[in-house]
């Protein structure tokens, strides 16, 4: 009996990093003879590409900037983990979205998102909002508008003229009726906590330069709650091993 010559010299030669040989070595399906050659993925931002081997075959995306639920939990101890459980996906959606792309700038947004929102116990401000009436920096110009447009969301979005700028950013309404509500319920109240960071008060460039206190004024007016914010930040350059 002739015995049959193993398939794909070239793969066979290769090192098995990935566990396929014992998969593919006996099986008569084409596939790329240049797949020992090179990984089969290719390194994204986030994420990975899909993949060819003889048929295009898919693999789950999975990032390696992605937030953990150990690492979140970490900087947010006293949370509820089923709080935590429901907004982890969202806030990694939004930081991929808006370019909250390095340790150091999750580390910074984590820990204001986790102080405004309570540890992610509220995504909307517990005031009524009265005190916002008539306040014509925030574009509150319609009577109501203080108690309609107070804070929502995970980083808590305040006033018409924020409300109109995300909407518009979106393309949805959330001014009108009860659509400023949207802003409580995700993905919205993580979205609009991204899009406030990145896109109205461009907070990357101060996380790149650690300057917790200058994301603070931009945020609050001030320094309300710096050393909750604080310990916050600290909690998070624990989890993610930032010196």
Same mark, same amino acid.
């Given at each position: 009996m002739t015995r049959q010559k193993p398939i794909n010299n070239i793969f066979l030669k290769q090192p098995d990093l990935f566990g396929t040989r014992n998969r593919f070595a006996l099986t008569s399906e084409p596939f790329d003879v240049n797949f020992g050659l090179s990984p089969f993925w290719k390194p994204e931002p986030f994420g990975y590409r899909q993949f060819k081997l003889g048929v295009l075959a898919t693999r789950p995306e999975v990032s #390696?900037?992605?937030? @953990?639920?150990?690492?979140?939990?970490? %900087? @947010? #101890?006293?949370?509820?983990? @089923?709080?935590?459980?429901?907004?982890? #996906?969202?806030?990694?959606?939004?930081?991929?979205?808006?370019? %909250?792309?390095?340790?150091?700038r999750q580390a910074h947004f984590l820990a204001q998102v986790a102080h405004e929102s309570a540890e992610f116990r509220t995504t909307q401000e517990y005031a009524t909002g009265a005190a916002y009436e008539g306040r014509k920096d925030l574009g509150n110009t319609v009577a109501g508008d203080g108690k309609k447009f107070k804070g929502r969301g995970l980083i808590q979005i305040t006033g018409r003229a924020n409300y109109t700028a995300y909407g518009l950013y979106i393309n949805q309404d959330v001014t009108t009726s009860e659509n400023p509500k949207k802003l409580e319920k995700y993905p919205l109240a993580a979205d609009c906590a991204g899009w406030f960071w990145t896109i109205l008060k461009k907070l990357n460039r101060l996380a790149d330069a650690d300057n917790l206190i200058a994301i603070t004024r931009k945020i609050n007016g001030g320094t309300n709650g710096i050393k909750n914010r604080t310990q916050h930040l600290a909690n998070a350059k624990k989890a993610f091993h930032i010196k």
């Open positions: #390696p900037f992605d937030v @953990s639920l150990v690492q979140l939990r970490m %900087i @947010s #101890p006293h949370a509820k983990v @089923s709080d935590l459980t429901v907004a982890l #996906p969202y806030l990694n959606a939004t930081m991929k979205k808006y370019e %909250i792309n390095t340790r150091l």
